[in-house]
């Protein structure tokens, strides 16, 4: 189910709410097998963000959002939306794989400490974060 605020964005993208509701149903659903094949405790929200899209170009994010009483991960997806109107990882084995890639990211940056300075230094000797994940 769609938020107020995804139902929203949706309808300014000019996008069917079904469809989008759909697809964050297969990232929902490939986000349980990831998490069930990394043996992966942690919860994780999915959520559509075609922002991210517009403003970094990336296709899919997942970003920490820290309460004061917890960690919360957040996933989004940003297509289909109105300048790039269909799900760039249509197939549910994109969809794993990418979630597994998001998830592992994740990974590397704990046992990194989020010390951009030392992932770096560590990428001076060819073993770039995304090559990690
Ligand atoms: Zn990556």
Same mark, same amino acid.
């Given at each position: 189910m769609l938020s107020d605020l995804e139902t929203t964005i949706a309808t300014i993208e000019q996008q069917n709410l079904k469809l989008i509701t759909g697809i964050k149903e297969r990232w929902q659903r490939a986000f349980e097998e990831a998490s069930t094949l990394l043996k992966w405790n942690d919860q994780l929200i999915v959520e559509y963000n075609p922002a991210i899209w517009r403003i970094s170009r990336y296709p899919v994010g997942l970003r920490l959002f820290s309460y004061p009483w917890k960690n919360v991960c957040i996933f989004e997806f940003g297509t289909p939306?109105?300048?790039?109107? +269909?799900?760039? +990882?249509?197939?549910e084995e994109a969809k794993l794989g990418v979630m597994l890639h998001e998830i592992a990211h994740f990974i590397d940056d704990c046992y990194w400490d989020f010390d951009l300075r030392n992932v770096t230094i560590e990428s001076?000797?060819?073993?770039t974060r995304e090559q990690r994940a």
């Open positions: 939306n109105y300048a790039f109107p +269909f799900d760039c +990882f249509e197939s001076r000797n060819y073993v």
